[in-house]
């Protein structure tokens, strides 16, 4: 029937290889690529894009998947009016597991996506 997932220690043991660890980086920027390519409605292209930004963001920032999940516009800063500049995510100290408040700056590839994805 299904075989077991195993330990954990066997199922990270992939992430020690740095090519792997390469290619896992690299995954959401092919993403980025490569949905400007699909030929899907805007509904469905709008996931694709909303996938790739959470692993866009989760690359750069470490975050657990429910603070991603809950992520909204207050937490997004932009250095500039109307989404435009640099951007950073912004959490207060009850938001995050250590208690304190805390700032993420985000690269440009993340923000573009993100804009893209809010649009």
Not at 7 to 19: G, Q, V, W
Not at 60 to 89: D, I, Q
Not at 99 to 114: C, I, K, Q
Request: charged letters at 30%.
């Amino acid at each position: 029937l299904h075989k077991p997932l195993g330990t954990a220690r066997e199922r990270a043991r992939p992430l020690k290889s740095e090519a792997n660890m390469a290619e896992l980086f690299l995954v959401p920027f092919a993403m980025q690529r490569e949905i400007s390519k699909l030929k899907l409605g805007a509904r469905r292209k709008a996931l694709h894009v909303q996938l790739a930004t959470a692993l866009l963001i989760l690359t750069f920032c470490p975050l657990r998947v429910s603070t991603l999940a809950s992520l909204s516009e207050r937490h997004l800063v932009w250095s500039r009016p109307n989404r435009k500049g640099e951007l950073s995510l912004e959490f207060g100290e009850d938001e995050l597991k250590n208690g304190e408040p805390a700032s993420m700056p985000l690269p440009r590839e993340v923000s573009d996506l993100l804009r893209l994805y809010l649009e």
